[in-house]
């Protein structure tokens, strides 16, 4: 068998023994990554036995800029945990997925490299994940091809993310929004993903993945794993001025969304304008009071503290003094982020150098799976 660096190579160049492919393939293209601090590198491993499928997560953000509130309890502190517990990780920016809205170049360049530091600035370790651009890993899209192919435009078209986006836009969507969903698939079993962490607002989106994955396996044999979704403990985190509806990066009022490199002084103006209602006990109960409730959640999610621990800790304060504490709170804990933040922005090199890095190791593990894929519907 060759080393392990030998393995990369040779699963990247597809060049294993033919005597040993047949029986190596359904397995190989499970082969992880994993980093041995002692050596300072990469090496390529297998699972313990040829019928085990390893446990691989894969999640990715779209590139916004510097991710805001919502975003950091609902995935990117997700993503910290599972970066310790797994040793097959893959988180990526979504780049291709951002082209679906109108984009201006210089922007989104700039946006990409901003969410990258802040994801880093947040906790997510290279040397734990691999951590890259979705657009320097041309088999996604490639892939998304095939696998769109199998799936039928009336199941795309009941989606409710394209009936509002395209609403949006004045039902005048465009066949990028229509498709994303394809490329998801896609994106996730690229690397032969078990198991994906996603928003209540995804979840229908990895039932199709699921779906597109049982589809291709009838037609072509046993060949993905069907992934299954990690769902954050975190509640959804509201808007501050509209508890009714999910905090927004697009949300025009100023005042509805906290952003982790906001300063001190913009985060206690957004929570003391927060909405609640005429009632000063703190309480919680998000279908009759949704403001003072989204409050309870972000100070419980913000502290590793339960609901009963932070609504014992609010007896005798009004919502008002609340209010306070809840930003005092989330100061605490973006300050060393909203800091590192500020020095990896200053590091341009640094971060292309991390996503092109990661996009590299995640072409070793895609590239023996998109091959077996090209194989098996016949173009080789």
């Not at 032969?192 to 995804?202: A, C, F, I, L, M």
Request: charged letters at 20%; aromatic letters at 8%.
């Amino acid at each position: 068998m060759a080393t392990p660096g030998g393995a990369i190579r040779a699963l990247h160049r597809g060049t294993l023994a033919q005597g040993m492919r047949t029986d190596l393939t359904p397995y190989c293209s499970m082969a992880y990554l994993s980093f041995d601090p002692r050596q300072q590198d990469w090496s390529l491993k297998q699972p313990s036995f040829p019928n085990m499928v390893m446990d691989r997560i894969f999640s990715g953000i779209q590139p916004t800029g510097t991710p805001h509130l919502g975003n950091y309890l609902g995935a990117i502190q997700n993503w910290v945990n599972l970066q310790e517990r797994y040793n097959s990780v893959l988180y990526s920016i979504m780049d291709l997925h951002s082209l679906t809205m109108p984009k201006e170049p210089a922007v989104f360049r700039q946006n990409i490299l901003d969410t990258t530091a802040a994801i880093l600035a947040c906790g997510i370790d290279p040397r734990k994940c691999f951590l890259f651009r979705q657009s320097l890993v041309p088999e996604h899209t490639e892939l998304a091809w095939i696998l769109g192919c199998l799936t039928n435009v009336p199941r795309l078209l009941r989606l409710p993310q394209w009936k509002m986006k395209c609403a949006s836009q004045n039902n005048d969507g465009n066949v990028g929004l229509l498709t994303y969903p394809v490329l998801q698939a896609a994106d996730i079993l690229l690397y032969k993903s078990t198991h994906v962490p996603v928003g209540e607002d995804q979840v229908l989106h990895l039932e199709l993945a699921q779906d597109i994955a049982q589809h291709f396996n009838k037609k072509y044999g046993e060949f993905f794993p069907v992934p299954k979704a990690v769902l954050s403990t975190t509640k959804k985190i509201k808007s501050l001025r509209d508890p009714t509806v999910k905090m927004s990066k697009s949300d025009p009022q100023k005042l509805a969304t906290v952003n982790i490199a906001d300063s001190p002084e913009e985060i206690v103006l957004k929570f003391r304008k927060a909405v609640t209602d005429f009632t000063s006990e703190v309480t919680y109960d998000p279908s009759r009071r949704p403001g003072v409730s989204n409050l309870v959640s972000i100070h419980a999610a913000v502290t590793g503290l339960s609901i009963e621990e932070v609504l014992h800790q609010a007896v005798g304060l009004d919502t008002a003094h609340y209010k306070m504490v809840v930003a005092e709170s989330v100061i605490q804990k973006f300050t060393p982020i909203r800091n590192e933040i500020k020095k990896l922005q200053e590091d341009k090199t640094y971060l292309i150098k991390i996503l092109e890095t990661g996009a590299e190791k995640a072409k070793e593990l895609a590239t023996p799976v998109y091959q077996e894929v090209r194989r098996l519907v016949g173009f080789q």
